[in-house]
């Protein structure tokens, strides 16, 4: 037998494939041109420069819209995968010439915060204007039969892993360009880190990222919770649901009166603030003489966790006024016996650990028990984002300019920041260690994450 012979021919012209991704962002574009989005963001978003060039806002969008699609781990990436096709990709949103990777990233560093926030109002109103649930979407229903949505607020934090720099006297002072982003922060393992905070709003019945807000450090935490408030209220308005049915939960950190006055304060044409669950940190209440008595009285009730087998005493201590100018709360204490070492969570007094809770919700048509499950069972927020976190690498949202990108992601909004320095990484002075990991939400997730 013979061998067959094999003719191979070598061509030197290069022949890129097509993105497996493409296709994708095709869908995508498709989808925000036929709803008006694209329309939206050319006519009501503007950004005046002194000199504007030949791209406009919409054609940057593109690129970030096509990005967060992608997959790509960096921005850089995707860039150099996207310029052979870059007429086509450019025609998917109704543009011609696609920016390059400079002129990318010194229109972001200029990017001011007002037309941040008018992207981040498109993106809420074309959420609210079409929803693939039903209305109100989801619920949970008290014990008289009455409805609530639940909403959680919460914010992630993310340490900037950065370089050792040399400190010589013949060298400059050192300069990092995250200082615009970055403020020292304390994430619970060392002091002194660089960190960034997001505060996230999450749709609990359907994990709906309403809207993130960013900021240094450890974040305005009153301030984000405001914003979070007045996004909340539209979508409540949005659906005709009353506000005061919509319950939010919040963790420790909002557990004073100072934010729980803020967030339940009846604002202009509203009847009533929202309803909210949050874990108290203000233990100096329980030394007051009506908590001190009516924790000689037998509890409320008992709960026992299913899983881990804690046992807890329930007190339900009826309405306190949290501080003289305050707001007045329905306060809970949930006690166990204190172990050998100290609890994360609560405070210990001759023996007992007391864990305090706050809510605005009725004691006819919520139990203590079903208040302390109502928090619990917010766990279920950290999980989400822990899921996030695996499906989407973290470096891919990544920016050392202090204005961070409202985008697109499957008609949610999310905090999309380019990744890691465009301009540096095109001229070769970024190192791929120094970054700062933050999330983008992709909502109901109907955008796969690779």
Excluded at 189 to 214: D, N, P, S
Aim: hydrophobic share 40%; proline share 8%.
């Amino acid at each position: 037998m013979t061998d067959p012979v094999a003719h191979i021919q070598v061509d030197p012209t290069d022949s890129p494939s097509t993105p497996s991704w493409f296709g994708e962002v095709a869908v995508v574009a498709h989808a925000l041109q036929r709803y008006g989005v694209l329309g939206a963001i050319k006519e009501r978003v503007r950004f005046v420069r002194a000199r504007m060039g030949k791209y406009e806002l919409i054609d940057f969008a593109a690129i970030l819209i096509g990005y967060a699609v992608s997959g790509e781990p960096t921005l850089r990436a995707f860039c150099e995968r996207v310029q052979p096709f870059a007429s086509e990709f450019m025609a998917l949103f109704g543009r011609a010439d696609l920016p390059t990777p400079p002129t990318l990233s010194r229109y972001l560093a200029v990017l001011d915060q007002p037309c941040v926030e008018a992207l981040r109002t498109l993106f809420l109103e074309d959420l609210l204007a079409r929803s693939p649930f039903g209305t109100p979407p989801g619920g949970l229903w008290d014990r008289l039969g009455g409805q609530w949505l639940l909403m959680d607020v919460d914010g992630t934090k993310q340490a900037a892993r950065q370089r050792a720099l040399p400190a010589t006297e013949d060298l400059p002072p050192a300069h990092r360009r995250f200082d615009r982003v970055c403020a020292p922060g304390h994430l619970g393992r060392k002091r002194g880190e660089v960190v960034r905070t997001r505060t996230t709003i999450l749709q609990a019945h359907t994990h709906q990222f309403l809207g993130t807000f960013g900021n240094p450090g450890n974040g305005q935490y009153r301030q984000e919770l405001k914003q979070a408030r007045a996004v909340i209220a539209a979508y409540a308005h949005a659906l005709s649901f009353p506000l005061s049915h919509v319950v939010i939960r919040l963790d420790g950190l909002y557990g004073d009166a100072a934010p729980l006055a803020d967030l339940l304060a009846a604002q202009a044409g509203e009847e009533e603030g929202p309803a909210v669950v949050v874990r108290g940190k203000a233990y100096h209440l329980i030394e007051q003489p009506a908590i001190q008595h009516r924790l000689q009285r037998p509890p409320d009730q008992v709960t026992v966790h299913p899983e881990s087998g804690a046992s807890r005493a329930l007190y339900d201590c009826g309405s306190i006024q949290l501080a003289p100018t305050g707001p007045v709360m329905r306060m809970l204490l949930a006690t166990h016996p204190a172990g050998s070492s100290r609890p994360p969570i609560g405070k210990v007094r001759e023996g007992t650990v007391y864990e305090q809770f706050f809510t605005t919700l009725p004691p006819h048509a919520f139990t203590p028990a079903d208040v302390l499950d109502l928090y619990l069972h917010r766990g279920s927020f950290e999980t989400v984002l822990a899921d996030e976190d695996e499906e989407q690498a973290t470096d891919r949202w990544v920016s050392r300019t202090r204005v961070v990108t409202g985008i697109l992601a499957d008609h949610q909004p999310v905090d999309l920041e380019p990744s890691l320095g465009v301009g540096a990484a095109c001229t070769g002075d970024h190192d791929a260690r120094d970054g700062l990991g933050l999330f983008a939400g992709s909502g109901a997730a109907h955008v796969p994450s690779r």
